[in-house]
């Protein structure tokens, strides 16, 4: 199982940037996707959420409006679209995909990509 991010790095406030995720080794279409996000010193903080059936998405309230969150299943990849970047929005992105089935449930984790808001 991996999960890969990519295009993280350094942007001026108010730009903007896309994170993908690529994922290989499970059925991606059934799992639920996540994007989470750790600032220094701070727990990791769920970002926003795309579902399996549906593609149902939610949002931090800290990004809403700004961040949107998408799937393509065709490419076993999830997006994570990120405009109007704050100082704030600094952090250690990661992709996180999770699925319960028969009461257990299945989580898998990216590595992370940095994301630096900074004029």
């Known amino acids: 199982v991996r999960l890969v991010e990519s295009g993280g790095g350094l942007m001026q406030p108010g730009g903007s940037l896309r994170l993908s995720c690529a994922a290989s080794?499970?059925?991606?279409?059934?799992?639920?996707m996540n994007w989470y996000r750790q600032a220094p010193g701070k727990e990791r903080e769920l970002v926003a959420v795309?579902?399996?059936?549906?593609?149902?998405?939610n949002y931090t309230d800290s990004v809403k409006g700004r961040f949107t969150i998408s799937r393509d299943d065709a490419k076993n990849t999830v997006y994570l679209q990120m405009n109007s970047l704050k100082p704030e929005d600094t952090a250690v992105y990661f992709c996180n995909a999770r699925r319960t089935y028969n009461q257990k449930t299945f989580e898998y984790w990216g590595q992370g990509t940095q994301v630096t808001v900074s004029s």
């Open positions: 795309i579902s399996s059936v549906g593609s149902r998405t």
């Open positions: 080794g499970f059925t991606f279409s059934r799992y639920a």
